[in-house]
C-alpha cells in the first residue's frame, strides 16, 4: 500500500508558477514510476508529467518546456513544477504511483515502462490538489 498527500495547489493569474509536492508513505521502495495528472470539469484524467526509479521522465506535449517533473528519493516527495502558467492548466492535479514493475508489448516483444501518462498503469492515486489559473 501506498498513501500519497499532495499539496502546493492555488490561485494563479495566467503567466505565473506554481509547485505542487507529493509525499509519499507505506511501501514506497517498489515504486517504479510516479506521475502527475489533472482532471478539468467535464474532461477526462489526462497525464501531465511522469518520473521513473531510473530518474527517465516523460511530459505531455501541452505541458513540455512549461512544466518539469522532479523528486527526492530520500524524503519520498515528487514534484512538479509550473511556470508560464495558461488558465487552460486549471484542474485538479493528482499524485500517481505505480508499484511494481509495468511492461507494454507489442509485435511480439515486451518491455519495462520507465515512464507513464496512461492512468490505467498506475495503482496508487492521491485526493488532489486544485490548481486555478486566471487569465
Known amino acids: 500500500q501506498v498513501q500519497l498527500v499532495e499539496s502546493g495547489g492555488g490561485s494563479v493569474q495566467a503567466g505565473g508558477s506554481l509547485r505542487l509536492s507529493c509525499v509519499a508513505s507505506?511501501?514506497?521502495?517498489?515504486?517504479?514510476?510516479m506521475g502527475w495528472f489533472r482532471q478539468a470539469p467535464g474532461k477526462e484524467r489526462e497525464g501531465v508529467a511522469s518520473i521513473g526509479s531510473n530518474d527517465a521522465t516523460s511530459y505531455a506535449d501541452s505541458v513540455k518546456g512549461r512544466f518539469s517533473i522532479s523528486k527526492d528519493n530520500a524524503k519520498n516527495m515528487v514534484y512538479l513544477q509550473m511556470d508560464r502558467l495558461k488558465s487552460e492548466d486549471t484542474a485538479m492535479y493528482y499524485c500517481a504511483a505505480r508499484l511494481g514493475k509495468e511492461t507494454r508489448c507489442s509485435g511480439g516483444s515486451c518491455s519495462t515502462v520507465w515512464t507513464s501518462l496512461v492512468v490505467d498503469e498506475y495503482n496508487y492515486w492521491g485526493q488532489g490538489t486544485q490548481v486555478t489559473v486566471s487569465s
Open positions: 507505506g511501501e514506497t521502495y517498489d515504486r517504479t514510476f
